[in-house]
């Protein structure tokens, strides 16, 4: 799994450095200790991915309940929810949430192309399945 963001990596190396130093005792017995460093430190930055993805749902379950918009085709919701997660997210945060592209990447912890690649997956299937609906 590749982070993306070396600031997030630094904070990894630094927490499992941490957890291996208090627990040096048991961590030095270990036929490869590098091998739960590595652990320690991707399974600490997953539980950092997935807050940020907890924080970024929560903020648009407060912004719809709200929201004084009119709700939007119940085609177009439906289309939506059929999107993958990771196209969804970035759909939902880019024009329900109106972040910007870079507030998207920031939110979600990805690089700006991948969010615009995600965006042009989606806006392609929902042209697709929706375009079947006219």
Known sequence: MA???????????????????????????????EGWLYRVGL????????KRRYELLSDLEAYSQVSDDPLPDPDL????????????????ARYHLDFST?????????PEGTVKSRLSRALNQLSRELGELL
């Open 3 to 33: 982070l993306g963001d070396v600031g997030l990596a630094d904070e990894a190396v630094d927490e499992a450095m941490t957890r291996a130093v208090a627990r040096w005792d048991t961590v030095r017995g270990y036929d490869r200790p």
């Open 43 to 50: 399974n600490w930055a997953r539980g950092v991915f997935r």
């Open 77 to 92: 919701i439906e289309a939506v929810g059929r999107l993958s997660l990771k196209l969804r997210t970035v759909v939902v």
């Open 102 to 110: 870079a507030e998207v990447a920031e939110t979600l912890g990805i």
